[in-house]
């Protein structure tokens, strides 16, 4: 079954573009927030992650900070 | 035993990597990330061929044309140190060893630290070095800035259309970046300029509360939610012991990117090139790649 992926970026960090660049060239699917635009969102993010920085990808409840390209194909099984 | 191996994977370790393998040197690249500061960058305008590109989509581009060579490439690892005994330069990593005829070190610049009590708690808690990525967090809170410079002014500039004060903490006695930046930010009613002062602490609890500026006048604690360093880049050359450096730390090379040891070159923002540009960083990959050729033909090792 298809995990749910959560992505918490800025518009503007390369990182963020690279980690939904990585994501969509391997088909999968994820809700993307722009924490800049939406104070709730990155509440949640803070929340999740105890700390500030983006990007933050939720991958069923695994919270992974920054593009860590090995940690996300694991949790993901890719 | 390497015929070349390249320390760096931004633009100009990337660049020689391609020339060297066009003229089918055998070569290994080792570098901790792909892309360098070109990876970080937001909008790219200035790079022929590109009217406009992320600094993302060019590194993809680069890393997709380097992989239409067969080089090897060692990422995430850091080199320790180099070394040259005879005709043999051996480069430790720390991961393990290597030995190769030449070398070029293209290992480019990393954001200078404040190496003040609190920084390493605080990264990514309200401390960032990167205002493009983490600025949008902080909507309608007070902010610092740390730095003078064109990148201290660039941040605090797309800072004051976000927070809702924005402090300049300046170690000299006026900003140093661009006039138009300047002016812009000296007339804004949410920026204070401290210049001639130097932040001594950050704090806070679980994210940055404030932070310790030691003023003219005294010292005083600031109420701050963020942290924005940019106090400019130091070259990456610590572990080229041995070789000629400017007092800044780059690595000295002449007009074919060879520097004080023979065989060994260097290309890029880790030298003392003037201008820092990725054109000027890739242009010079490509130069220390064809000298480097010159050079192992030459000897005939």
Redesign the interface.
């Known amino acids: 079954m298809a995990k749910t992926v959560k992505v918490y970026s ?9 980690v939904k ?1 990585f994501l969509s060239e391997n088909n999968i699917s994820f809700e993307n927030y ?4 939406d ?1 709730a969102k ?1 509440e949640e993010m803070i929340q999740k992650s ?5 990007p933050v990808v939720d991958i069923d409840g695994t919270v992974i ?1 920054g593009f860590d390209k090995e940690k996300i194909k694991a949790t993901l099984g890719l | 035993m390497h015929d070349l191996i390249i320390v760096g994977a931004g633009p100009a370790g990337i660049t020689a990597a391609v020339y060297a393998a066009r003229k089918r040197l055998q070569v290994l690249v080792i570098s901790k990330d792909i892309g360098g500061q070109a ?4 909008d790219i305008e200035n790079y022929t061929g590109y009217q406009f590109i ?4 060019l590194t ?1 581009k680069f890393v997709e044309h380097m992989r239409q060579y067969n080089i090897a490439l060692k990422e995430n690892e850091a080199v320790t140190g180099i070394k040259k005994i005879q005709d043999v330069i051996t480069i430790t990593t720390d991961k393990g060893s290597y030995e190769c005829r030449s070398l070029i070190i293209a290992s480019g610049k990393r954001t200078r630290d404040l190496n003040v009590p609190g920084e390493k708690e605080y990264k ?3 401390l ?1 070095y ?1 205002a ?6 902080f ?1 309608g809170k007070d902010v610092a800035v740390i730095g003078g410079g064109n990148s201290a002014l660039d941040a605090a500039l797309q800072l004051v259309n ?1 927070a809702s004060k924005v402090y300049i903490i300046n170690n000299v006695s006026s900003l140093a970046g661009d006039a138009i930046m300047r002016e812009k930010l000296e007339t804004n009613p949410k920026v204070t300029v401290l210049n001639n002062s130097q932040i001594k602490a950050v704090l806070g609890e ?2 940055v509360k404030s932070i310790r500026v030691l003023t003219p006048e005294d010292e005083k604690e600031f109420l701050v939610q963020g942290v924005f360093v940019e106090i400019g880049l130091i070259p990456n050359s610590e572990f080229a012991a041995g070789l000629d450096k400017n007092k800044t730390g780059e690595i000295k090379v002449d007009s074919r990117n060879e520097t004080s040891i023979p065989g060994i070159f260097a290309s890029g923002d880790v030298t003392d090139v003037p201008e820092k540009q990725i054109i000027i960083a890739a242009g010079e990959g490509s130069k220390a790649a064809l000298n480097v050729f010159r050079y192992l033909s030459q000897h005939k090792f």
Do not use: E
Request: glycine share 16%; with cysteine; net charge neutral.
């Open positions: 800025t518009p503007t960090c390369p990182w963020c573009i690279r660049q722009d924490v800049g635009a104070q990155a105890g700390q500030m920085g983006v900070v | 990876a970080w960058s937001g992320t600094g993302p989509d993809a990514n808690r309200g960032t990167c493009t990525c983490d600025g949008p967090l909507a976000i679980k994210f």
